[in-house]
């Protein structure tokens, strides 16, 4: 069998991480409030996104649950995730550690990737079976 690409194995973790957070954040109808915002979506909807106080490209924060948080589509494409708004959900010490982390240099195996994929497969499982009835 034929090992996965390290661009692959990113965006399936990017997917199932991104589907982790939502499931994570939604309350127990299955809706997700924007932490910038307020703006309430279903959380398989489009309109719901993963939301990253730090950009996905600093390897060091991009799977860091702390990072991120359900995000409406607006504030996240059209207002660039509002990073100011979100610091003030974190608080100023959480954001300055996540900035602090995102500074440093994180080399992640391919392993570690596959790992993780696995990782968030299993929590989604359990997750989406509070959601299966809706």
């Not at 991009?62 to 995730?81: L, P, Q």
Request: charged share 30%.
């Amino acid at each position: 069998m034929k090992k996965p690409k390290r661009k692959t194995l990113v965006k399936n973790l990017d997917d199932i991480f991104s589907k982790y957070i939502r499931l994570k954040n939604a309350d127990k109808n299955g809706f997700c409030t924007c932490v910038t915002c307020g703006k309430k979506g279903y959380w398989t909807k489009d309109n719901i996104h993963c939301g990253h106080f730090i950009s996905r490209k600093h390897y060091a924060t991009r799977w860091d649950e702390r990072n991120v948080s359900a995000m409406c589509h607006y504030c996240n494409t059209y207002k660039y995730g509002e990073q100011y708004k979100f610091s003030l959900y974190l608080g100023a010490d959480l954001a300055q550690e996540l900035y602090l982390k995102s500074k440093t240099i994180c080399k992640i195996t391919n392993k570690e990737l596959q790992d993780k994929i696995d990782k968030y497969k299993l929590l989604v499982k359990d997750l989406e079976k509070l959601f299966i009835t809706l």
